[in-house]
């Protein structure tokens, strides 16, 4: 009788465990999120991006951003003072709020001229479907074939973010 019971046992303890394997796989796999190339943010141009307008030639970090968010505007800051250091990645920042107010965030930043930044508008039902609900700034780094290398959250540094690359 014993024995039963203890099989019992390691059997669930069996199946728990693979359940919460299971559960972790899934999240892991959703979290990897390889970036696809049919995201639906528009540019402020009007033109489709993160689509077939993304950027082919490299590493990408992708911010998810509101204007009107503290943290997002330090980064903007953080950003502008040393883009330097970012001469081989395209920053894309993406906000579901309206192209006007993306528009004066890129501007009042001193980042809507740069070679190597985009804004991009997102559809505030797609970005919820896609990355779920995110805190500002997120700020999601991928490597050029479109893998995610690492997930930041909150005030970010330039030398945090450039940490996950290689740069040479």
Known sequence: MN???ISKLIIGVVVLVAGILIVGLAHKLKERDILERNQQAINLNGVEYLGTTLPEKGDIILVLFHPSCDFCQTDAQFVK?????FKNIDLIWVSYDNKD???QFSKTYELDNLEN?????????VMLERY???KFPT????????ALLQKFVGVTKPEELLSVYDQE
């Open 3 to 5: 024995k039963k019971v």
């Open 81 to 85: 003072e040393q883009i330097d250091q």
């Open 101 to 103: 107010s993306i528009a």
């Open 117 to 125: 930044v985009h804004f991009a508008y997102m559809d505030i039902e």
């Open 132 to 134: 779920g609900n995110v």
């Open 139 to 146: 700020f999601l780094a991928y490597d050029k074939n479109g």
